[in-house]
């Protein structure tokens, strides 16, 4: 990469006629131009030159907005790439943070990066015809949604925090009594309706027999360091419409169920007791 390093009038020059980064311009002085970058009026990066005025080898960031430069980037070696780091901390004083080659190498990776992103927006408006900025809203509309979800996993209680856990985990696992036996298998369908938590399975299934003969059930799952217990009574609903939730919540389902097959089987649990523990908190209790 070729790094052509820039006169201080030169870069008041062409600051001066472009009318975007004019509207950034705060002060222009012999040794230094400052910038607003945010646009609140006050400089927030700034460009030195060296002490006769000609070459850019300073460049300072005001990172608190207060006014002061904290961050400053020095090009000591003078070949164009800031080589050493400095901070100034509360009491006004500058301390050496890093300098040498490795700066230089990272400033250089840096500006490589920014070029291929700028090679690779070039590409995506010509082969798809979008831009950086379509990217971003696209990625920002996706974390505004990410946001939404945790948000509600936050607030969620009594049943909902539950359902949470159990749609999070993926996996929980199920026990059923068989006879004077405990069986225990891996489950994955739940589903929340109308304040209600329902499970999936198919008549065929020893697990369904063993609900019909005796509906006691208890299921574990564990997740980021917590884990949950619940108890109670599984109860077959036969509601067409619950199965159809189900299967559109679960559309991998839908490879071997259907609603009208006569095998799927929702059971809603019932008279349930559900218990999160943790290592370090106390157990809480949601009944429902
Ligand atoms: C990750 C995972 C999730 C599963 N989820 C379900 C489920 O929600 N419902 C179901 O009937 N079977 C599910 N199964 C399959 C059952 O675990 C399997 O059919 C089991 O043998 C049923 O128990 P049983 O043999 O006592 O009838 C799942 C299996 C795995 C590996």
């Known amino acids: 990469m070729e790094i052509r390093r820039i006169s201080i009038g030169e870069a008041k020059k062409r600051i001066k006629n472009d009318p975007e980064l004019s509207k950034m311009l705060v002060k222009s002085g012999w040794r230094e131009i400052a910038l607003d970058l945010d646009g609140d009026g006050k400089a927030d990066v700034a460009f030195s030159s060296d002490s006769m005025g000609r070459k850019i080898d300073t460049i300072a960031f005001d990172l608190s907005g207060n006014g002061g430069y904290n961050l400053y980037l020095h090009d000591m070696d003078g070949n164009g790439i800031p080589d050493t780091v400095c901070l100034i901390d509360d009491n006004y004083e500058e301390k050496v943070i890093a300098f040498g080659g490795e700066v230089e190498l990272g400033f250089i990776n840096l500006g490589v990066k920014v070029a291929n992103l700028l090679v690779a927006e070039e590409h995506l408006n010509k082969e798809l015809g979008i831009s950086i900025a379509d990217l971003a809203a696209y990625f920002n509309l996706h974390a505004q949604a990410v946001l939404h979800e945790l948000e509600k996993r936050e607030n969620a209680t009594g049943i909902e925090r539950v359902y949470y856990f159990l749609n999070d985990v993926q996996t929980y696992y199920l026990a059923t009594v068989d006879g004077d036996k405990p069986r225990v298998r891996p489950f994955g369908t739940i589903l929340l309706d ?87 908190g106390e157990p809480e209790v949601i009944e429902f």
């Open 194 to 280: 109308d304040g209600k938590l329902y499970i999936q399975t198919g008549k065929v299934k020893d697990v369904s027999k063993q609900i019909a003969a005796n509906p006691n059930f208890e299921i574990c799952a564990f997740m980021d360091g917590s884990w949950l217990r619940i108890s109670g009574k599984l109860v077959e609903d036969d509601n067409r419409e619950l199965k159809v939730k189900m299967l559109e919540k679960m559309p991998s389902l839908k490879a071997m169920y259907s609603a009208d097959d006569d095998n799927t089987q929702i059971l809603a649990l019932t008279e349930a007791k559900a218990t999160f523990y943790s290592f370090t």
